[in-house]
């Protein structure tokens, strides 16, 4: 989705006890109890294939829609899975017609708690393309100005795009848009500069608020009708938005290591990262103990 658009973490445990110390504390509770006792979803991404993905309950988009250009689709020949890393590629010659974007979904059962992926976000020196790469949680846009919509999101725009050249990555929670003509009702958060390379890029969801933190960082805190009130899909796309040039064919990627959701509880990113790399050296590629909430992941939007 275009963003052109209290006390949060732990309390302490004592005046000596760092977060650090604090944090392996908390991991070193038993795997299954934590999961049992608040639900956790976790994916590094080391499925042989497509097909292993969706069986994973995992939606690959296809088709045309929001966001991107008209007349652009969305194709699952644009996900790939290897080395154990989800790669998601937009290919274009700058015209609708010839432009694929990539998005892949999750169950739509994650609201209160903490979400982080590892991702590796890319630059293209010399392009100006507006690909935008995004990680994010959103439910369906049933009308203009859905009063339910729920979504929070990071957005990194590489080359500019949006009216503006700058290279930035945004931090945003909505509360609600019409798409056509556009009217956003959002809180943005924006970091400028490049964040090519590795980043993890973490979201807390809380009752009143959210948070989005890049490598630790708190860059953002959202509150009032901008706050998730329904559950969402954990979400990545790739796309392209209206300005770029049209011309020879192009293709851009970028790739996600892994995604952690623990429900209910609010964590820091050090917490999250602490806890995957626990998962993998246990070698659990995938944890998904989050209860479903029979609604349907339409991954449309």
Known sequence: MGAHAAACGRTRAGAGMSAVRLALLLWALP????AAARGEFFDDFSQPDLDALRANGWVLREGSGHPGLPGARFAPSQLGLSGGLLTLSLKTDGTPAHTTLAQ???PRKFLIGTTTARVRLRDTPGSRDPIIQSFFLASPLRHDYDPDFSEVDFEYLPHGGWGEPETRLYGVSWHTVRIDPWQSFNQASTLPGS??????LTV?????????????RLIGEHTGRNVPSHPMAISF???LAAGAVAGAPREYSFDVDWVLHEAGRTLTPAAMQARAAQLKRQ??????TVPDSGLVSECNL
Do not use: I
């Open 31 to 34: 795997a299954s109890a934590m």
């Open 104 to 106: 892949l979904c999750g």
């Open 195 to 200: 964040f090519d390379g590795w980043q993890l």
């Open 204 to 216: 807390q969801v809380e009752a009143t608020r959210t948070r989005h933190y890049v490598n630790g």
């Open 237 to 239: 796309n790739h796309w």
């Open 283 to 288: 070698g659990k590629d995938r944890v998904d």
